[in-house]
Every structure is written in structure tokens, then in C-alpha cells.
């Protein structure tokens, strides 16, 4: 939708007070999780103290508005009645309101790590912000916002059950080591029951990985193996050639298996030749 471009030069920066239900929630909204005791902190302070700080919006065609910043203040708001809340209504675009939206929350720090991550992503996505613009926006380390979108690569059931469990962003990060989702899934759930520490946690999954590579190097090692039997059969077939026997040798490998197969001419029995 569009601002009315009309009406909106009388009210730009201008405060009004709007009532509650002409200003519809911001789609792009990066936060899906609102502590209920720290709204109604911010709805006793509101009742004592009134919204010191008005809300961001933009108009919409219908003469409705849309919430750009100020979703806490908002939802604080409703928790004490108020029927007008004090706004601020500036001319943007759709793309500059999620945008803006965005930012706010993720320069606020106070959202939830898997939050900030999503929020990311979309400015990437559906915004074409590269990484190094929103290192700039955020002031953040470019290894930040990385670390930040490598959490993405856990499943969403999973980032809901860390959630959940209040891990920290350390921990979810030590999962991310492991790349089977069985194994990672099983990781959890031992950090989750036992209530693990980082350092912990980091230390299980260090052990996982460990007897999981285990079978692997035994492979490895029984490659290696059954090589020196190779050149002990490739040195026998030698040693018959050389006896003048015409030997033909094949080897064939599969993922199963090594088949080593060795034709030898048979010597038929010829009557001894006598000197007389």
C-alpha cells in the first residue's frame, strides 16, 4: 500500500494521537516472542508516566495506519486501556518500513538469537541488503552476522526446542558441528536432560564426533590393509610369469568389496623324450 501523499504533508513528524485500532501491526515485525512481565513493567511505567516516547507509523490508502517501530510500547499500551496512543506518522515506503522495523529490533538487542538470525536473512532476501551494508547498519563484525545466519542451518523444531529450553547462542553453535540430524537431535536432548553448561556441551559433542570418525579411520586402516594384500597377490602373479607360466590377473573394486581373480594356464602332461 501507498501513503496518501495528500494528507500526509499536513501530518508529517507531527505527533497525533491515533486511536489503538486504526494502526495495524507491521508484517515484517522480526520478534515472535514478548515476555508478559516485561510488558506489564512497561504498561505500569506507562500508567504512571504515560508513552515518553511516541510511536513510529506511516499511513496506509485506507486511512488506516501501519506500526513501523514501537510494537513493546504498543502492546504495553493496550495492557493499561488506553484507547490513543501518540504517534508519529512519517511518509515511507513498504520496503523502508520492514526495513526500519527490522533494524530497530536488532539495534536494540533484545531479541531472541534465532530472531536476529531470521531477521537477517529477510533483510538479505527480500531487501538485497548485503552483508556488509547490515555490518554497517548494525555497527556488528562481519564474523557476527555470519555466525548469526549459520544458526539457520538447524531445523526449525530444533531452534524451537533450544528456544525453549533457554539455551544460550553457545550452545546452539556447539551443535552445529554435528551435520547428522540424528546424532545432533540426540546431542540435545542429553544437553536439555542433564542441563549442561556450554563448556559441557561443547565437550559432548567433541566425544560424538569422535567415536563417530573412529569407525571411519578403521576403514581406513583396513584399506590400507587389504593394499598390502593387493601387492602380495600382484607379486606372486609376477613371480609365476617369470617361471615362463602365462598368468592373467584381474582386479575389480566395488563399495562392498575387492575381487582379485588369477587365471593360470593349465600345463598339460607330455611323455618324457627319450635320449636313446
Known sequence: MRLRSSENKKTENKILLIPQGDILPNPNQ??????YDELEGLAQ???ANGILQPLLVRQLD???YELVA????????????LTKVPCIVNEI????????????????SNLDYFEEAEAIALLMSDYRLSQEEICKKLGKAQSTISNK???????EEMRYRISRAGLSERHARALLSITDEVQRARALAIIIDRHLTVSESESLVEQMLRKREAPKRQMLKG???IRIFINTLNNAVDTIRR??????SVKTETDEYVEYIVRIPKIEDRPLVSNE
Do not use: Y
Request: positive net charge; glycine residues 8%; aromatic residues 6%.
Open 30 to 35: 522480526p520478534r515472535r516472542r514478548f515476555d
Open 45 to 47: 511505567s506507562i500508567r
Open 62 to 64: 485506507d486511512g488506516k
Open 70 to 81: 514501537g510494537e513493546r510500547r504498543l502492546r504495553a499500551a493496550r495492557l493499561t486501556g
Open 93 to 108: 515506503s513498504e520496503s523502508e518500513s520492514a526495513v526500519f522495523a527490522v533494524l530497530e529490533n536488532l539495534q536494540r
Open 149 to 155: 545466519l549459520r544458526l539457520l542451518k538447524l531445523s
Open 223 to 225: 584399506f590400507k590393509d
Open 243 to 248: 617361471a615362463g607360466i602365462d598368468a592373467d
